[in-house]
């Protein structure tokens, strides 16, 4: 069975403690890299040998969006995996948005990690179970919006009786 290579890029310190040593116990998994951020030149050299990076949502805040959008096109069999201090409806659509696999919480991380990435691996996309009923929600409000302004305010069902 093929490992599955893992490029870890989480800013400053690891505020995942033990994130690339957990992995590295798993033997499904090889851990090519941590890098602290996208403009490093080694970690291109890893996103470029790894099947799944795991990347830290400061990452994206001081590195830009532009640069996953360039990982995303430069490797288009590459999945990435979104980690966020707390997932929202409009973050967590914004980051699918922009060609990111899955997002995870991070304080379900640890417990997570060796579901999501086969499961990312195998070209799924990983939300958690909660926001995805949130999601769902959010995208039926969405829906029923769009459709009230373009009836001019009705609802299905409400149409006006002669």
């Known amino acids: 069975m093929k490992k599955i290579n893992i490029t870890i890029v989480i800013a400053g310190k690891e505020d995942y403690p033990g994130c690339a040593d957990i992995l590295a116990t798993c033997p499904e998994f090889r851990v090519v890299a941590c890098p602290t951020g996208l403009y490093e030149a080694a970690a291109w050299t890893a996103i470029s040998q790894s099947d799944v990076v795991l990347l830290d ?10 640069t996953v959008r360039r990982i ?14 707390r997932e929202s409806e409009a973050r967590t659509l914004e980051a699918l ?48 919006n769009s459709y009230l302004a373009a009836v001019g305010g009705m609802r299905p069902g409400q149409g006006k009786l002669n």
């Not at 995303?72 to 201090?85: G, R």
């Open 72 to 85: 995303c096109d430069s490797y288009p069999l590459l999945k990435l995996l979104l980690l966020m201090e």
């Open 97 to 144: 948005s922009l060609g990111v696999s899955g997002v995870m919480e991070r304080a379900s991380m640890v417990s997570m990690l060796r579901k999501a990435i086969p499961v990312l691996y195998s070209g799924e996309t990983w939300v958690s179970r909660e926001l995805v009923h949130s999601l769902r929600n959010y995208l039926n409000e969405l829906e029923e």
């Open 57 to 66: 949502e400061a990452v994206l805040e001081r590195d830009g969006v532009e």
